[in-house]
C-alpha cells in the first residue's frame, strides 16, 4: 500500500516527466508516515526498479520508470473500472510467451485470410503474438461480457476442414489488431492470440517475457 501510495505522490509531484527534487523527511508531508518508513519505502522502490533515484547534498532526484508508470496505469485502470462501468476501453497487461508456432499456418489459410480482411478491415501479418495475461488481467478478461464478437466461419480447403473462430478489436501498445479466439472449450481464458496488420514482435522489439498493455476496445461506441 505505502508503495503505490509513494509513486501516485511522487507522480502528482511530476516524476513522470522529469527528475524530482526531495528528502525522505519532506516527503513524509505527502505520504504521512514517519521519516524512517518513507526512507525505506523509496529505497524498496529502487529495488524494484518503480523509481530511479541519484543523492545529492539537499536530498535525492528521483523519477519515474517505465515499471513504475506501469503500476500507475494498473491503479488508474482498476479505478476507471470501479467508477465507470460503462468504460468503452479495458486495459490488460501479459508477458510475451512463445506459441506452438501454428499461427502462421493457420492465418495464411485463405479461407481465413480473407474472411480477415472482409471483418477487421486488415490482412493480418502471417503469424500471432502470444500472451499470458497476469492473474489479475486474466480474471478482469474472464469476468466482462464481451459485446461485438467477430465470428470466423469455418471452412473446408479440399483437405482438411478448419473450424471456426471469434475475433474482437484489441490495441497493442497502441497498435490495432485482434484477439482470435478458436471455439474450443478447453482453450485456456488466460492466453491471448493477437494478429495484426504487422509483425508485433518486430515492430514493438519484443522478446518472451517482455510485459505488453493491451486495450480492448469497443468499436461499437464508435458507430
Request: proline fraction near 4%; include cysteine.
Amino acid at each position: 500500500m505505502h508503495r503505490i501510495n509513494s509513486l501516485k505522490h511522487l507522480a502528482l509531484l511530476g516524476a513522470l516527466k522529469r527528475p524530482v527534487k526531495i528528502s525522505s523527511s519532506e516527503f513524509t508531508k505527502y505520504t504521512f508516515t514517519s521519516s524512517k518508513t518513507a526512507a525505506r519505502t523509496l529505497k524498496q522502490l529502487e529495488e524494484e526498479g518503480l523509481i530511479k533515484r541519484s543523492i545529492i547534498p539537499e536530498g535525492q532526484m528521483i523519477s519515474i520508470t517505465d515499471e513504475g508508470r506501469i503500476w500507475l496505469e494498473r491503479e488508474y485502470s482498476d479505478y476507471r473500472h470501479i467508477f465507470c462501468g460503462d468504460e468503452k476501453k479495458v486495459e490488460l497487461y501479459g508477458n510475451v510467451i512463445t506459441g506452438l508456432g501454428e499461427g502462421q499456418y493457420y492465418i495464411a489459410q485463405e479461407g481465413y485470410r480473407s474472411q480477415f480482411e472482409e471483418k477487421l478491415d486488415f490482412v493480418p501479418y502471417p503469424g500471432t503474438l502470444n500472451v499470458r495475461l497476469t492473474d489479475h488481467s486474466a480474471d478482469v478478461q474472464k469476468n466482462r461480457s464481451l459485446k461485438n464478437m467477430i465470428q470466423i466461419s469455418g471452412f473446408t480447403n479440399g483437405q482438411r476442414t478448419f473450424g471456426s473462430c471469434n475475433c474482437y478489436f484489441v490495441e497493442v501498445e497502441g497498435i490495432p489488431g485482434a484477439v482470435v479466439t478458436p471455439e474450443r472449450s478447453h482453450y485456456p481464458h488466460d492466453l491471448l492470440e493477437i494478429i495484426s496488420p504487422v509483425h508485433l514482435r518486430e515492430t514493438l522489439d519484443l522478446k518472451d517475457g517482455d510485459e505488453v498493455k493491451i486495450t480492448i476496445e469497443d468499436r461499437s461506441a464508435c458507430e
